[in-house]
């Protein structure tokens, strides 16, 4: 059974910051093999990826609306990708979801599980 979950949501105020996490619970252990991605979704709009790393950490990929304020990072050990946003703004106001098992380069696709999500609100 492939379980992700996120936390670290909250509301905050512009220029504040927040760091999400997802604790990855995958097939036989494996955390290790999956190229792992944040994706949000503001209302109204699509759902975008906002930054993506492959499974070994040496090819990473960030939104340029994150660019210099995001950083996403993994510890095999502990099963957990996190994304450390700073500098945040209303614009970032949206539901942020974990994925894993889709691409990193050129852009994040093709992800295959999916967590339920964690609201993400900046207020102005």
């Known amino acids: 059974q492939v379980q992700l979950v996120e936390s670290g949501g909250g509301l905050v105020q512009a220029g504040g910051s927040l760091r999400l996490s997802c604790a990855a619970s995958?097939?036989?252990?494996?955390?290790?093999?999956?190229?792992m991605g944040w994706f949000r979704q503001a209302p109204g709009k699509e759902r975008e990826p906002v930054a993506a790393i492959k499974w070994s950490g040496d090819s990473i990929y960030y939104a340029d609306s994150v660019k210099g304020r995001f950083t996403i990072s993994r510890d095999n050990a502990k099963d957990t990708l996190y994304l450390q946003m700073n500098s945040l703004n209303p614009e970032d106001t949206a539901i942020y979801y974990c994925?894993?098992?889709?691409?990193?380069?050129?852009?994040?696709?093709?992800?295959?599980?999916w967590g339920q999500g964690t609201q993400v609100t900046v207020s102005s």
């Open positions: 995958l097939q036989k252990n494996t955390f290790n093999n999956y190229n």
């Open positions: 994925a894993a098992g889709g691409s990193v380069v050129p852009s994040p696709r093709g992800y295959r599980y």
